[in-house]
Structures are given as structure tokens and as C-alpha cells.
């Protein structure tokens, strides 16, 4: 008996660790002259790998065929476009960043096959190919990664070195890296070695600036001072044997006005001197000489740079009235290992930014910028790309670029001028090379520019820039808000993670293309070398900063990354998930539906549980997009519209798969009481996840009326983007409103055990109402108008949220037919709620307890709507102050801000699973998690807590899962009335603003 067990706990074992075991990237032998493929970890349903593509000629665009041994499900690229041809056959195309090659090129991307079938031995790539391409002349010498192989008799492991940048300084004890950065943040990994046997420890670290909040996974923070931090050992980890290692995350949080901290020095106290190490290249410390050469310390080695001639192309991509983009192009003769530019305008600008640089110093028209942590060592010939945005004053001159210093060198400008006008006509570009001592010379050449529309006011439109060197290229792409990591390694629990370098973690499919809008947007720049790629992501300052009280950008930028957190499913189907910034979620529930033989995977996990609602998801779906409808420009001005679109169809996609038949649909995946019962992380949930489907004999109107109401607005929202994706939803929101009409009864009495959850308390009428009213809006079939007014209970209520949808039928007939028995009802319940509704000392509308901030921002949200459609000045007015006072309140009226991750005290330990987990996924999270007191480890960036009391009391506490819960539906209504207030100070017409922005 005890062989046998020893036998079997032996083969569990190897299941086991052949699941997760990481299998170290190893190049394979070329399969063309253009093609490097190799092969990296492997699991039950997966592999993943990189492809090195070198170009055998100059190309702007170029398509990959692949070709696969066995079926497989599912491909990512992570630098292409993917299109499936069948199981096996696969079309990559380049992405819009990628697609310009010279001969000799090589683009480097992560790739992941998933599939369901059990193999033997993964699927590997058969064929692959280059299409339209010869690759037969090309040269290349491939590198081949060194491993080592141990066999023994119950496995064979491929196994080898772990190559790390970081270097160790000759006494130090403390090993100190720096990882993604972001707005308001830093994060990185510490290794502690221990010279001797110690029974406690402690590390003094000091950053080169204002810290606000510092984290250290492995460690308790205490503040010595702004800069300096002591950490103590946790009461698990403090005995350690000489030569033991600790190592840990850690996560620095600053003002946003600030370039990222970097950690300057840590010292293990007591056992150590004052030597500590930093990742070779990410930290550059840069002191000018008595000279115009300075001298850059890198890894404890000082190097003095010296360059020769500079040159500079200045590529001027779009103008507005009060601002423009473009492009600077760098070549330095000389290696650069860190850099300082000085660069001069014409004009005074008001303000700048380099998106692939720190902003040094800013006066007037002179502006200093220097390197970021990716991207200070260039070779020599490489070109460095930096895209810049500029505003200035509207009656002012545009501001062009006069004069370039490198390192202390004068760089020859060359300048490529191109107009931008409204309309189609002929405009001359110049192209203009220009020394600091030497005569200019230029030619003119006719250019056609061609325009869209009739505004005279321009915008950004999206621009990528790239930086080839001999490690890579680093890409930046203006309006992008996705990013990843990818190493030849990955954590073994096969997600992302701050602490443990990750997977790549991006991929591509059909979704709507990136662009910005108005003088504010997201850029996100990427590294690419040989074996890995590195994004960093961040938002552009708003154009309204000191113009509105908030900035509004920032909000709905972040209230999209929250919804980006809350991501079921593949994460990054659509490629534009912010893993700098969400770095803790990874791939969750990848058999949902299975239970049912449907893939049901996809959608929103609810709140701080990991249950899909599809009652709330669907009301919270109908909100955002009646927003992205009627505040498109405000999404637009913010640089947030396709990542808004992003948000919607996320949800869309969902229960497009939840409705496989008429009278099918799919109204929840996971049991709430099972979940509830669990503090763990969503990637790694074990427990089981049933479907539950409604149908003719388990009828659900309300559910089914709902997201017939999503897909229906969700199907205007994309008429102009992608006209067969809408049509395809509005066909299904037809059937489910037939079936939602045909068959009655409320889904809450269909579903087991969601009446404890989300009970349909009004009933089904309301839904019904409202989804006949959007269809109407999509169709203009009468009929839809005539059942909505026949369904339509025209009575008193008290809210809009996702249970009653009374006065949201109402509004949207009243803004449909302009009946003044609709424009009453809702003029009646915004009076009410402006001048007669119960409000806190501090001015919260009171509606109820459960969420109070979302029942605000949704009555604010409705009242923007309202106003749309009063003819009287005062009643808009109001109806707009009063919208205003409420999400004002939540952005930080009262002295705090309700959204975590977003201005003055927000709330940092929100009642949210995955954020409050620990970064590093090999430590396991539990009970312990949810009740330690500290701050969730992870920021869950733009999420609205429930809120207040009726005495505006509140506390930051995880366990108050009234106040400071988060859920998909809070941040509909407040995302939604957001985007309202950004239209409204684009048109300047926000309430006390003068000026528009």
C-alpha cells in the first residue's frame, strides 16, 4: 500500500510540474532564410515560442503564413495581426507600427497556439513563410541559446542559466532592478543577499525624488523621510541562512506631475556597506561637466561620451489650432549610454511633451529632455525617433523647431513642412537643412492633402514612431494604450506579473483601430530586441488642465483601465490591454460554458468577485454606450473614444456567445454563494463555474430585455467603425427582444440563487420598454416606437440603475418623438432630484445606501441626457450644475477622491480580489489577504467605490463591501456623465467655465 502511494503521489507530481513547468525559449535551426522560430514553455493546451522575422528587401507592409503540424484553437501574435484560415493555417499581417522594414530588419515577436485537444506532443510549426517574398539571397547568422539537458529515469527537463542585466556591486548585498512605470507609478525587484545567518533584517532604500507610497511585497515599509524608507522583514521571512536570498516586488507611488523615481541605493543594514546595484541601462545618472560633454554613470562605471556629427529630421505630422505633433529623427555618430537634448522653438509654447523622454526643464520656448529608462544607450547610426505634442496660444504663430543640441552638439537640422488644410487642395512641403554656421538650402515639392469633414479645427491623428538600434526597435505610438513584457521566461503560474518577468501578453483580432482625438490621448511606447519586447504607457496631459476643476481625460482614461481589470477570459484578444499598468491579471476562466458544451468565455467578472452577472453587465453595456452616442466628442477630446469602443465590445462579444439560438440565452457563469466563499486569484480559481441558460420554459424578459438594449445601442455606436459587426448586433438584439416579449417571466425566478444577488425587483416591463426604445432608435421601425409607448409605465420613480430602467425609456422617448408627455416625466424626476432629493451635508444626492455614488453618478448621467432635450435655459442649466456638483463630489469635492488610483486620497483598499492579492504569484493569496490592513498591493486604477454614508462618513476598508465594493454598473453611469461634462467643456458650455478646451 505505501508503494503504491508513493507511486501515485510520484506520478501527480509529474502532472504536475509538466504543467507548469517553463521551458526555457531555444532557438531552432532557420526554417527559411527569413524565419527564426523557437519553441518556449508548454502546457496541457498551450505553447508559446518567438518568431525572428528578417526582411530580404525594403517593404511597408508584409503578411506571414503559418502553418501548424496539429489543430490548434487559438494563435497570438503578439506583433501582427491574426487571421485563422482553418485549424491549422494561420495569416499574420503587421501591425500599423510595424509594417515599414529596410532589407535586413528583423521584427521579434512572442507567439501562443492554444488548443483543446490532448496531445502528446504540442503542436509545432510545419511551414512558414514570407508572402511575396524571396528569401532565398538572404544571409543570416542565427544565435543559438546554450542549454544543457538532465534526464532522469521519470522525466527529461530542459534546463538552463538564467541570464540576467543586473550587476552586483563588488560589496553589496542588495540587487535592485526597475520594472514598468506609469503615471503615478514605479515598480521593480529587490534581491537581498545574506552574507551571514541573520534571525531578522532590515533594508534602507532611497529613490532620487518624492515618494508618496512605497510597497515592498517581502517587507513591512515604514517612512524615515520624502525620499527614504525603512524596510523590516515580514514575520515569515526574517531567518535566513548565509548565503539565502529574499527577493521581492516593490511598487513606488508619486505625484503624476513627476518623472518616475528610480531607487538610487539599498542597503541590507548592519551586514553590508553602502554598495548596491542597479538593472544595467534602467537607471542613468547623468552630471554635467565643466564642459558641454557629460558624463554618464551606468552600473558603477563612469563613461565619458563623446560624439561626432548629429543630425536631426524634424517631421512636422499634424496641426490644430492650438497645438501640433510630429516627429524628431536622431542620428549620432558615437555610442549614446544616456542623453540630454536641448531643443528650441521659434516660439513661446505653452506646453510640451516627449513621449519617449523625461522633460527635464521647460522655459518658454527652450526645453530640455533626456532619456528614458528603455532607451538611453543607442549605438551608433541607429536612429533614435522621439514624437513630440506642443500647444500654444490660438492667436499665436505655430511654434516650429529652430535649433537641436545633442550632448552639449549642434545637430544639422533637415525639416520636412507639411500643411494640413480642411478639404482637398495642394499644399507645398519644404524640406530645409540648416547648420548652426553653414547657408540653407531647400527644394519645394507639391503634396495633396485630403480631409474629411468640415471642421476647421484639427486634430491628432494616430502616428507611430520606431527606434531601430542593434538590440531591437522601439516603437511609440501616439494614441496606443496597450502594453506588455515579453522574456524567453515566465512566471510558473502562467500569468502576468509585476514581480516575476512575464510572457508576452498581447495579441491581436478584429477590433476598432487606435486614433486620437482632440489635443489629449494616451502614447505607449514599446522596445523590441532580439528575445524580448517592453512596453511603457501613459496619458497625455489633458488640454483643460487648469481650465476644469478635474482632469476629465485622466478619469475616463483610468475608468477604462478599471474595466480592462475586470476582464474575463483571453485579456488581450483585442491587443490593447495595459499590462504596465494592470501588470497583475492574467488569461481566467477559459472553460466557462464548458459545463454546457459552449464557450461562454469573455465578458466582465462582476465586482470584486469573479461571478458574470449578465443582468448588471447588461445594464452597465446600455449606459456606456448611450454615452459613447450622445458624448462622442467629449470621448474624442479626451483621447478615450476607441478605447471606450474597446470597452463596449468586450461586453457585446460576451453575449453574442450567450445567445446560440432565438430562444436561447445565457444568463450567468458562476455559482455567487461558491464564490463568495473563496479570497483568491482569479487566474488561479479552481472551484466550479456552471452556465445557466434561459429559454422558453425558464423565461428571463428582463435579463433578455436588457441585452437586447445593449446590443441594440451597441449596434449604433458601431454603424459608422464597423457596419457588419453592427448589423450582426442588432440582429441579435432583435431575437432577443422577441423572445424577451414572447416569452414573460423574470429571469430572477429562472436563475438558482441570483435573487440573493441581483433580484429583478421591478419586474420585467421596464426592460421591455427600454429595449423596444433602442431598437427604434437603431431601425426607425415604427413598430418598435408603438410597443415601446405601449409598454412605457409612466410613474414616479426614484433612480435609474440596473433594475429599473423607467426614466431611462423615458428619456430616450422623450429625446425619440419630442412628446411632451415624456420631456415632463423626466424634467419632474431631474427637479427633483436638483432641488427636492435628501443630500449629505457635503451635497451627495441620497438615493440609498448599496453604492450611493453610483445611484448619484447614474441620476447625474440621466440629467445630462435630460438636458439634451429642454427647451429652457434655466432647466439645462440646472440640470447640468446639478450632474456636475455629483461627479465632482466623487472626483474629490469633499477633500478625498472615490476613485481609486485618481487624485487626493483616493481609496487604496478596495474590496476587489485580484488587486488585493500579492504581485508575486508564487506566493499564494487567501483569507490573510483580505484582512491584512495595508493597502491592495495592486492599484485597481479608476474604479468607483459604492461611497459614502447619508453623514458623508466613509473608511477605507476592504471588508466594507457596501462602501467600498467596486462593480462594473458603478462605473457605467459615472464613465458615461464624464464623458458628458467633456463634451460639455469642449463646447464651452460646462457650468463656471469660461473658454472651451
Known sequence: GNAFSSFTLTMLLLVVVSTLFIFPVAKSSLISQCLDISYGESWQQGVKGEIDITFPKNVKKWKLEIIFDKGISDLQFYQGIVKKRNSKKFLIKNRNYNGKNKKGDTVSSGWQASYNKKYKQHPKIRKARLINMDCSNLITTPTMATTSITTTAETTVTSS????????????????????????????????????????????????????????????????????????????????????????????????????????????VGLCSDLSSTTSGSNITSTESSSTVPTYTTSGTAVTQVIGNCTVEVDYQNTWNSGSIGELNVEAEGDLFGWLMEITFTNKVRDVEFFTGNLVSFNGNKVQISNKSYNGNITSGSILILGWKILFEQESLEPSIESVSLDGT??????????????????????????????????????ETTTVGSSSSYSPSTTSSMISTSAGTITNSVTSQSSSISTSSSPTTGFTSSVQTSTVESSSSSSPSTTSFGSSSTTSSTLTTSNSTTTNSASTVSSCIGITKYNYDEAIFKSNLFYQAQRSGYIDTYGDFNHAMIPYRGDSALKDGSDNSID????????????????????????????????????????????????????????????????????????????????????????????????????????????????????????????????????????????????????????????????????????????????????????????????????????????????????????????????????????????????????????????????????????????????????????????????????????????????????????????SCPVDPSVSCGWNDFNQPGPNPSILWGALVGGPASDDSYEDKRDDYIKNEVTTDYNAGFQSALAGLRSLAKDGELPGLNGSC
Not at 488644410?421 to 547657408?439: E, L, N, V, Y
Request: hydrophobic share 35%.
Open 161 to 268: 542559466t538564467e541570464i540576467t542585466n543586473n550587476s552586483t556591486a563588488p560589496d553589496g548585498c542588495v540587487d535592485f532592478s526597475h520594472g514598468h512605470s506609469w503615471l503615478q507609478g514605479q515598480d521593480g525587484k529587490m534581491d537581498i543577499h545574506f552574507p551571514e545567518s541573520v534571525s531578522d533584517w532590515v533594508v534602507v532604500v532611497t529613490f532620487n525624488n518624492t515618494v508618496n507610497q512605497l510597497s515592498v511585497y517581502q517587507g513591512e515599509v515604514t517612512r524615515i523621510d520624502d525620499k527614504t524608507f525603512k524596510v523590516v522583514n515580514k514575520n515569515y521571512n526574517g531567518i535566513q541562512e548565509a548565503g539565502a536570498t529574499v527577493s521581492s516586488g516593490w511598487q513606488a507611488l508619486f505625484d503624476e506631475k513627476m518623472s518616475p523615481v528610480q531607487m538610487v541605493s539599498a542597503i541590507l
Open 410 to 447: 549642434k545637430c544639422l537640422i533637415s525639416t520636412l513642412l507639411t500643411s494640413t488644410t480642411t478639404g482637398t487642395s495642394s499644399s507645398s512641403s519644404q524640406f530645409t537643412s540648416t547648420a548652426s554656421s553653414s547657408s540653407t538650402t531647400s527644394f519645394t515639392s507639391s503634396v
Open 600 to 915: 461562454l468565455i469573455g465578458g466582465y467578472y462582476d465586482a470584486g468577485d469573479y461571478v458574470k452577472f449578465n443582468f448588471p453587465m447588461a445594464a452597465a453595456t446600455t449606459i456606456l454606450a448611450w454615452g459613447a452616442i450622445d458624448f462622442a466628442e467629449g470621448y474624442k477630446a479626451a483621447g478615450q473614444y476607441e478605447q471606450t469602443l474597446n470597452t463596449i465590445k468586450w461586453a457585446t462579444d460576451y453575449f453574442i456567445k450567450c445567445h446560440p439560438e432565438p430562444n436561447i440565452l445565457y444568463a450567468q457563469v458562476g455559482d455567487g454563494n461558491a464564490d463568495h466563499s473563496q479570497w483568491d486569484r482569479v487566474e488561479q480559481m479552481s472551484i466550479s463555474r456552471p452556465s445557466y441558460k434561459l429559454d422558453a420554459q425558464n423565461p428571463g424578459s428582463d435579463l433578455a430585455g436588457e441585452m437586447a438594449a445593449a446590443l441594440a445601442a451597441a449596434s449604433i455606436v458601431f454603424q459608422e467603425t464597423d457596419k457588419e459587426y453592427s448589423n450582426e448586433l442588432l440582429q441579435h438584439s432583435k431575437d432577443m427582444f422577441t423572445f424577451a416579449d414572447s416569452y414573460r417571466g423574470k429571469y430572477s425566478d429562472s436563475v438558482p440563487g441570483v435573487s440573493s444577488f441581483y433580484n429583478s425587483w421591478s419586474g420585467f416591463q421596464d426592460e421591455l420598454a427600454w429595449a423596444a426604445a433602442w431598437l427604434y432608435k437603431a431601425t426607425q421601425n415604427d413598430d418598435y416606437l408603438q410597443k415601446a409607448k405601449q409598454l412605457f409605465q409612466d410613474k414616479d420613480v426614484g433612480e435609474l440603475s440596473w433594475d429599473d430602467k423607467t426614466i431611462g425609456a423615458a428619456i430616450l422617448l422623450a429625446q425619440l418623438t419630442n412628446e411632451q408627455k415624456y420631456i415632463n416625466r423626466v424634467s419632474s424626476f431631474c427637479t427633483k432630484m436638483a432641488d427636492v432629493q435628501q443630500r449629505t451635508p457635503q451635497g451627495l444626492v441620497w438615493i440609498q445606501q448599496w453604492g450611493s455614488l453610483r445611484h448619484a453618478s447614474n441620476a447625474a448621467f440621466a440629467c445630462l441626457e435630460t438636458a439634451l432635450v429642454m427647451d429652457s435655459s434655466s432647466d439645462i442649466a440646472k440640470f447640468r450644475q446639478f450632474a456636475l456638483s455629483q461627479i465632482h463630489y466623487a472626483l474629490g469635492d469633499t477633500g478625498r477622491s472615490f476613485i481609486v488610483g485618481f487624485g487626493v486620497n483616493p481609496p487604496t483598499r478596495p474590496h476587489h480580489r485580484s488587486s
